[in-house]
């Protein structure tokens, strides 16, 4: 089991750049969330989707984010235009119906 | 929406002591309660979780403990060790359609030996 696999593990930037982030959930999960950590307001949840639909996005701060999941193996969550209040650890999630949730290492984005 | 809330928020502890955490949440119908363990510049992990048709669930020396009348849950941790250390999160289901959480703002557990 070769686990959630996000990438890339760092990333700094410049405000105003556009920023990629991608996630691989395990094989057989119907489940993929994006959650975003920071010291003062934790680990927020962004979105999540079921059998690759978003379900529900609420989660997402502002229009400049945005994310996607195209196929079963495979979700991006991007940024555009970035922002310095934008630097967190971004985690991705997968989970098999109602069985418990598995993170990935996340991503440290850095928006200078 | 469901709202969860922890404490306490830092808590320090001799090795051998006891440890315990606790969580309110806010919608009764919620009925599934993990608890995670997240080490410095690592991942969260589940380390125990607990439904709502039982009072209690033990691995080792970690428990939980739910208390469904007063919306709240428990971990604690026995005979703490120093690779203990870390912070910990409950968190609760957001909503009785789907499988997302929503987590407690962490609790940073020090053990010293």
């Given amino acids: 089991d070769a686990g959630v696999i996000q990438s890339p593990r760092h990333e700094v930037t410049e405000m105003g750049q556009e920023v990629t982030l991608r996630c691989k959930p395990i094989s057989g999960h119907d489940y993929l969330f994006w959650y975003r950590q920071t010291m003062m307001r934790g680990l927020e949840l962004l979105i999540y989707f079921n059998n690759n639909v978003p379900i529900d996005d609420s989660g997402m701060p502002e229009d400049r984010f945005s994310a996607k999941m195209p196929n079963a193996s495979f979700s991006t969550l991007k940024i555009q235009p970035s922002e310095p209040r934008d630097s967190a650890v971004y985690f991705c999630a997968s989970s098999s119906g109602r069985q418990p949730q598995h993170f990935g290492d996340g991503t440290r984005l850095s928006i200078l | ?113």
Wanted: hydrophobic share 35%.
């Fill in chain 2, 1 to 113: 929406g469901e709202n969860v809330e922890q404490h306490p928020s830092t808590l320090s502890v001799q090795e051998g002591d006891s440890a315990v955490i606790k969580c309110t949440y806010s919608d009764s119908a919620s009925n599934y309660f993990p608890w995670y363990k997240q080490e410095l510049g690592k991942r969260p992990q589940l380390i125990i979780d607990i439904r709502s048709n039982v009072g209690e669930k033990k691995d080792q020396r970690i428990a939980v403990t739910l208390n469904k009348t007063a919306k709240h849950f428990s971990l604690h941790i026995t005979e703490t060790q120093p690779e203990d250390s870390a912070v910990y999160f409950c968190a609760v289901l957001a909503n009785q359609a789907g499988t997302a959480l929503i987590f407690g703002k962490g609790t940073t557990l020090s053990v010293s030996s």
